[in-house]
Nanobody, 121 residues
């Protein structure tokens, strides 16, 4: 089992910044991809950004140039630096990790409990 614990959400004014963190713990052999997704009320969960163990990144078009994903493999932690926040960024943000319980197993997706980000004046 893999546990993901997120932190860093909160209320921020438009144009402000927040940094989310997500630490993975438990019994696993490796984590391949880590990422952040978000879900606003009444909408489907959508990808925000992902990062591989080799630091290859992928971003949603709506956050390119404003958000930066990074990862500390030694700490099994992924970060999301969010700058120039907009009201439309308001959502619950969920951490995701694709983890192998053994080196011969297929990666399985695990999710955090979510952290709320609210952008409002």
């Amino acid at each position: 089992q893999v546990q993901l614990v997120e932190s860093g959400g909160g209320l921020v004014q438009p144009g402000g910044s927040l940094r989310l963190s997500c630490a993975a713990s438990g019994r696993f052999a490796s984590i391949t991809v880590m990422g952040w997704y978000r879900q606003a009320p009444g909408k489907q969960r959508e990808l925000v950004a992902t990062i591989t163990s080799g630091a290859n990144t992928n971003y949603a078009d709506s956050v390119k140039g404003r958000f930066t994903i990074s990862r500390d493999n030694a700490k099994n932690t992924v970060y999301l630096q969010m700058n120039s926040l907009k009201p439309e960024d308001t959502a619950a943000y969920y951490c995701n990790a694709e983890a192998r319980v053994s080196m011969s197993s297929i990666p399985y997706p695990y999710w955090g409990q979510g952290t709320q980000v609210t952008v409002s004046s």
